[in-house]
């Protein structure tokens, strides 16, 4: 009797099919005893900038009607992709602040949008916001629960000294009109942030950090005198530029104690968006690990220079102007995004600002229908997963395979991220208690135990009285549709994340997977694996 034809045809691709794929056995364990970090509440946040849809780079115009200007406010999915995360953190800024004024109190210059201007900072005029406009921001921010950044301009009054020097002292009267007509009108600001980009070298635009940090004490002091008889006050943040250690030393120097509120850094560690190798980079923990020593100088100038304050990531799309082209709105960009989220919480971080909500190619919803794209819902996920408390993980696993923990959030127990970079190993997972691996650690044996047995031999992760509680954990597996990194569909367990036809958000349904089951995952995947029971007196 013959083999079928088919039969054949898998044996003969079998071994090369094998051979492609590598099994590999990990060992995490999780300090549950103690939290090494903490998050703010509100620790996701994203943009809203004001670039007009002239803004164009490596012959593209990503942006659409996405400016704080024209932004179009009654669009179903715009509410409700915002509403889903109960209490979005938003941060209204980008580089074009230091070019708006605001149609308020003294001003009497027409009001025009920004406009093509070859001389002009970025290529663009001066621009304008009218407080009709202001008005119908806030009321869409106070339906839609947002915690709201606006980023003043900082640049008003200096004079331009230099290619990007610009000297002088702030005029801060069009801002203070400002907040005071925002005040007035009851509009809760939740922080203002002083300037973009002006920070060390500069992007288009820099600033002595001497003279910065005098007029941050200036607007330091005019919060307090605006906000004297109107609660709450909102925080002050700066300087909203990229990390230079020397610059930020002298500013907080200067600045003070008490002054600011939260440091901002921004990230763009992906490079260009016209790089053509933005995937690669994406997919290999060498390159992610660079950005770790920013995390850590800027939390050596905080303990050193500024312990008053905390930082912030004010500003992160991974790649610059713009982002990359099918890549940053794609499946695949949630290994960067979800990779810094864990990394910036580690070192304490307190809010994360992904550029942007919506805009450009790094938006979280497409720029033209206002769909989610994949790191929306990565961003989601965390947000109602992953808590204020960050743990400590340790493991022999490879660079390829990296592991977050954070405790649960608003429910007993421990959440793991996992991220597989890896595009051929596929990893089986063994999660223990350091607790239990404490009191174990002397005990000898010759034969594996499964992780079940493990945990009643010692102080179990799920508590004493086993019996009383379901031994089951929640799984979150993300991957891409068809197996296409490149994909702007993303599946949740097997089922692809889409609106409902009312335009709601889906659910994000976890499955429920017995404790005893092996825990696996697949290469070029993330999994978040919530474990209701595990004892973690840290979290407490």
């Given at each position: 009797?013959?083999?079928?034809?088919?039969?054949?045809?898998?044996?003969?691709?079998?071994?090369?099919f094998?051979?492609q794929?590598?099994?590999e056995?990990?060992?995490?364990?999780?300090?549950?005893t103690?939290?090494?970090?903490?998050?703010d509440?509100?620790?996701?946040?994203?943009t809203l900038?004001?670039?007009?849809?002239?803004?164009?780079?490596?012959?593209?115009?990503p942006?659409?009607?996405?400016?704080?200007?024209?932004?179009?406010?009654?669009?179903?999915?715009?509410?409700?992709?915002?509403?889903?995360?109960?209490?979005l953190?938003l941060?209204?800024?980008?580089?074009?602040?230091?070019r708006?004024l605001y149609?308020?109190?003294?001003f009497?210059?027409?009001?025009?949008?920004?406009?093509?201007?070859?001389?002009?900072?970025?290529?663009?005029?001066k621009?304008?916001?009218?407080?009709?406009?202001w008005?119908?921001?806030?009321?869409?921010?106070n339906?839609?629960?947002?915690l709201?950044?606006?980023?003043?301009?900082?640049?008003?009054g200096?004079?331009?000294?230099?290619?990007?020097?610009?000297e002088g002292?702030?005029?801060?009267?069009?801002?203070?009109?400002?907040?005071?007509?925002?005040?007035?009108?009851?509009?809760?600001?939740?922080s203002?942030?002083?300037?973009?980009e002006?920070s060390?070298?500069?992007?288009?635009?820099?600033?002595?950090?001497?003279?910065?940090?005098?007029?941050?004490?200036?607007?330091?002091n005019?919060?307090?005198?605006?906000?004297?008889?109107?609660?709450?006050?909102?925080?002050?943040?700066?300087?909203?530029?990229f990390?230079?250690?020397?610059?930020?030393?002298?500013?907080?120097?200067?600045?003070?104690?008490?002054?600011?509120?939260?440091?901002?850094?921004?990230?763009?560690?992906?490079?260009?968006?016209?790089?053509?190798d933005l995937?690669?980079?994406?997919?290999?923990?060498?390159?992610?690990?660079?950005?770790?020593?920013?995390?850590?100088?800027?939390?050596?100038t905080?303990?050193?220079?500024?312990p008053?304050?905390?930082?912030?990531?004010?500003?992160?799309?991974?790649?610059?102007n713009?982002?990359?082209?099918?890549?940053?709105?794609?499946?695949?960009?949630s290994?960067?995004?979800?990779d810094?989220?864990?990394?910036?919480?580690?070192?304490?971080?307190?809010?994360y600002?992904?550029?942007?909500?919506?805009?450009?190619?790094y938006g979280?919803?497409?720029t033209?229908?206002f769909?989610p794209?994949?790191?929306?819902?990565?961003?989601?996920?965390w947000?109602?997963?992953?808590g204020?408390?960050v743990?400590?993980?340790?493991?022999n696993?490879?660079?390829y395979?990296?592991?977050?923990?954070?405790?649960t959030?608003?429910?007993?127990?421990?959440?793991?991220?996992?991220?597989?970079?890896s595009?051929?190993?596929?990893?089986?997972?063994?999660?223990?208690?350091?607790?239990?691996?404490?009191?174990?650690?002397?005990?000898?044996?010759?034969?594996?135990?499964?992780?079940v047995?493990?945990?009643?031999?010692?102080?179990?992760?799920?508590?004493?009285?086993?019996s009383?509680?379901?031994?089951?954990?929640?799984?979150?597996?993300?991957?891409?549709?068809?197996?296409?990194?490149?994909?702007?569909?993303?599946?949740?367990?097997?089922?692809?994340?889409?609106?409902?036809?009312?335009?709601?958000?889906?659910?994000?349904?976890p499955?429920?997977?017995?404790?005893?089951?092996?825990?696996?995952?697949a290469?070029?995947?993330?999994?978040?694996?919530v474990?209701?029971n595990f004892?973690?007196?840290?979290?407490?």
């Open positions: 009797m013959g083999f079928p034809p088919f039969l054949l045809i898998f044996l003969a691709l079998c071994p090369a094998l051979a794929i590598v099994v056995d990990t060992e995490f364990v999780i300090d549950g103690v939290k090494i970090a903490e998050t509440d509100n620790y996701i946040c994203a900038d004001w670039w007009p849809k002239e803004k164009c780079n490596y012959n593209e115009c942006w659409g009607s996405t400016s704080l200007i024209n932004l179009d406010l009654s669009h179903p999915f715009l509410a409700n992709s915002i509403q889903a995360f109960n209490h953190r941060r209204l800024g980008g580089s074009l602040q230091n708006i149609a308020v109190g003294n009497e210059s027409p009001c025009h949008p920004f406009t093509k201007q070859g001389d002009g900072l970025f290529g663009f005029s621009g304008c916001l009218l407080m009709d406009r008005d119908e921001l806030n009321s869409f921010f339906k839609t629960g947002a709201v950044t606006f980023g003043l301009n900082a640049l008003h200096r004079q331009r000294t230099g290619k990007r020097a610009w002292n702030w005029d801060s009267s069009n801002a203070r009109d400002f907040i005071s007509y925002t005040i007035s009108k009851g509009y809760q600001i939740h203002w942030e002083f300037g973009n002006l060390g070298k500069g992007i288009g635009a820099k600033v002595d950090a001497e003279q910065y940090g005098k007029d941050v004490i200036h607007l330091n005019l919060i307090d005198q605006l906000y004297k008889h109107f609660q709450p006050r909102a925080l002050l943040l700066a300087p909203g530029g990390y230079d250690k020397e610059w930020y030393d002298t500013f907080l120097e200067v600045s003070g104690p008490g002054t600011v509120d939260a440091l901002t850094h921004h990230i763009y560690n992906l490079g260009p968006g016209s790089d053509h995937v690669n980079k994406i997919i290999n923990p060498l390159y992610l690990n660079k950005i770790a020593d920013t995390f850590s100088n800027l939390t050596q905080i303990e050193i220079n500024g008053w304050t905390s930082a912030w990531v004010g500003e992160s799309g991974g790649a610059f713009n982002g990359g082209h099918n890549v940053s709105n794609t499946f695949v960009n290994f960067w995004y979800l810094q989220l864990g990394m910036a919480a580690k070192y304490h971080t307190k809010v600002c992904r550029q942007t909500f919506i805009g450009g190619n979280l919803l497409d033209h229908t769909i794209n994949p790191d929306y819902y990565s961003a989601l996920l947000r109602r997963l992953m204020r408390g743990l400590a993980v340790s493991s696993a490879s660079s395979l990296r592991s977050y923990a954070h405790c959030r608003d429910r007993a127990g421990v959440t793991l991220l996992l991220i597989n970079l595009n051929q190993t596929h990893y089986g997972v063994n999660v223990e208690s350091s607790v239990s691996t404490t009191l174990d650690v002397n005990k000898k044996s010759n034969h594996k135990r499964s992780f047995h493990h945990l009643k031999k010692t102080l179990s992760w799920i508590g004493s009285k086993s009383d509680v379901t031994l089951s954990r929640e799984e979150y597996h993300l991957t891409p549709q068809d197996g296409n990194l490149q994909s702007k569909t993303m599946l949740l367990n097997g089922k692809p994340l889409q609106l409902t036809e009312i335009g709601d958000i889906p659910s994000l349904s499955v429920l997977v017995n404790l005893k089951s092996p825990l696996s995952v290469p070029l995947s993330i999994k978040f694996i474990f209701p004892n973690s007196p840290g979290c407490r």
